[in-house]
């Protein structure tokens, strides 16, 4: 793999809504990221073990394991979408931490927007880490998994 390929961040996309994992890999890979898309928690699990990825746009609401007991396992910076709001979710993703927020139906903008912040969050959090550039950001042991 060239230099100017391992540079490029990973976006993670993991929403059950095929349609919605469609229309953000369009907009993510159309201002030049490397993206991955996963319909469930599980997939994007199972893929992070030799992968890694700088973001993650992560649906709320998904039926094996929701997006906030997703996030709990991982480090990476995270962009909740949803279709729901009612003031508990928004409530909730508000306490999370996450970096940002998206409603469906979002718009191109606002996604990249979230994920340009995101990535250059996460980017200055590793460099701060150990004084060196990007490091694995989304990574979690098997046993972390339960698996």
Known sequence: MNDIVKDVPIIAIVDD????RRSLLRVVRSAGYMAETFASAREFLDWLPR?????????VQMAEMNGFDLQNR???????????????TLERIEKSGAAGLLRKPFDAPAVLDAIRRAVRANHERNAGADGGGPAPTATASVDELGG
């Open 51 to 59: 992968n890694q990825a700088a973001c993650l746009v992560l649906d």
């Open 74 to 88: 991982l480090t990476v910076p995270i962009i909740f979408i949803t279709a729901h709001d009612d003031a508990s």
């Open 17 to 20: 809504d095929a349609s919605a």
